[in-house]
């Protein structure tokens, strides 16, 4: 589908439109608005900035990234799993280095969606994908376990040190704070899923552990003070940027961006299915870029489209854009008149909302296939990339699981076919082809698989000891890929039976893989005469006139199919 323009899309998007859509956006909206109200506190508390931060993420990102997206359905705001990244981030470089690595990862999404380089967001893997998400769930709920303990314990450079550090004890949890936490969880998980349409639980259980908090008077931690304004006293400013120590932000900036840009696409891709409306990706990119951009100079943290608010919004009867926006506006008027009443919040609370959407956040229906069906690359590929979640730099294990993967795949593509065999006269006469059938000395080598770099060493095997041959012909009809390695390789089998005295002959090569030989010289070299459509047509013309080595001993034609001689594979 050819790339389709921001005015193009929103002209498709509200024809139509009419006062019973708005009313469906608008209860979509604010339906959105109660779910993403909770999470946005709780992401921006999650991303080591403030609960202020995350609901002025929210609010921009609804309207200025709902505004430019590539579909009408696609929400954005604060999510998990950027909130696992930038907690890490925050501990090495504080607020100022979460809003810099944003800036610069606005100005990259930006500029990957204006070259349309979108389409290579979605080569990772699935189990790389799943492993992350894994390790990102974990990410926040060892990030949650102080707050939801009502303790205080030292920062870690990773989610598995942080973790192993409440094993030395040395802290007393407060019962009050778990209570809370408890209470959320509780509500949360016991709340019948038809009921969360009508009113979240999450909002629910933030509201009930919150009057619990203030009618008994405990001693916890709560979220302080809302600013009502949209410009946080907290914020990037031009003059704050360090323009000369840049480099140093440049692998939070690719992990920030290469999350940013999966989800982005992930989310629509979930809500392509339901709703039968294609994302435009590079227009998403184009949005997120903005919006990032953006953000941090009112103090927020890097946003994303967020797949939870986006069904919500879908499964609410959303038609347009629109509901981002008037999910973004009921998130602004609630921070100007309910502002008193969330800094009063309790930081357990939130840590329970976190730590139950931590855990239904995991893709446990792809981990049931992986493991159910015991596929032991995709189960080494999640482990590894889970583990190195939570052990390492985020962007360390991004890398680790697509190089991972990518060695799988290459393994498994690169496993080439080459049936070398004889000419089958009866099986020929069969299928009403004549040929007399007097050459014992022309083989057919069968390929099927692509042949490329990491498939030579399996071709030059197959051709290693072939005996006499007067001509071979290469079957290439079953090879989809031919790469420069390929190509050489070719070209030495080819100059080896020219040297014996032989031909080499190709047959049924598609179209992509003839250029390939072309752009080579390959087909020169053998010449036109010696190409053909099929490996039947080949063996024709083979034996016009038999070879040398008839004409020397006599040979007659065969009384029956010449036993195949199979260098790799199995007898055709």
Known sequence: MPRRSLPCLLKDEFRGYSSAKFRQDLLAGLTVAAVALPLALAFGVASGATAAAGLVTAILAGLVIGALSGAPYQISGPTGAMSAVLIILAQSYGLPGIWIAGLLAGGLLLVIGLLRLGRFIAFIPGPVISGFTTGIALIIIIGQIDNFLGVQTPGSESAALKLLGYFRGGFAPSWQAMALGLVVVATMALWPRRWNARFPASLLGLILATALAIVTRWPVAVIGVIPQTLLLDQRLTLAAVPWGRLQE???????????????????GAVASNMTGVRLQANQELVAQGLGNMLIPFFGGVPATAAIARTSVGIKSGGQTRLVSVIHALALLASMFFLAPIMSRIPLAA??????????????WEAIHFIFGRRFKTAMITFLITMAATIAL????????????????????????????????????????????????????AYLTGPLFFAATG??????????????????????????????????????????????????????????????????DAIGAENVFWSADQAIVAAEQPPCRHCQANGSAAPAGPVPAVVASGGAA
Do not use: Y
Request: include cysteine; charged fraction near 15%; proline fraction near 1%.
């Open 249 to 267: 932000f440049v692998a939070p900036t690719l992990t920030i961006t290469a999350l940013g840009a999966v989800e982005s696409l992930l989310c």
């Open 350 to 363: 939130l840590a329970g909302v976190l730590i139950v959407t931590a855990w239904r956040m995991n893709e």
């Open 393 to 444: 730099d985020l962007t360390q294990a991004i890398l680790i699981g697509a190089f991972l993967s990518g060695a799988v795949f290459l393994n498994q593509i690169a496993s080439l076919s080459v049936d070398v065999q004889a000419v089958d006269v009866a099986k020929l006469r069969q299928r009403g082809i004549a040929t007399a059938g007097r050459c014992r000395h022309v083989r057919v």
């Open 458 to 523: 399996t071709f030059n095997e197959a051709f290693a000891h072939m005996g006499e041959t007067h001509a071979l012909i290469l079957s290439m009809r079953g090879v989809p890929l031919l790469d420069t390695s390929g190509l050489q390789v070719m070209q030495a089998l080819h100059a080896r039976v020219r040297r014996a005295g032989g031909t080499l002959m190709v047959a049924g090569a598609h179209d992509n893989v003839r250029r390939m030989l072309e752009r080579g010289g390959l087909l």
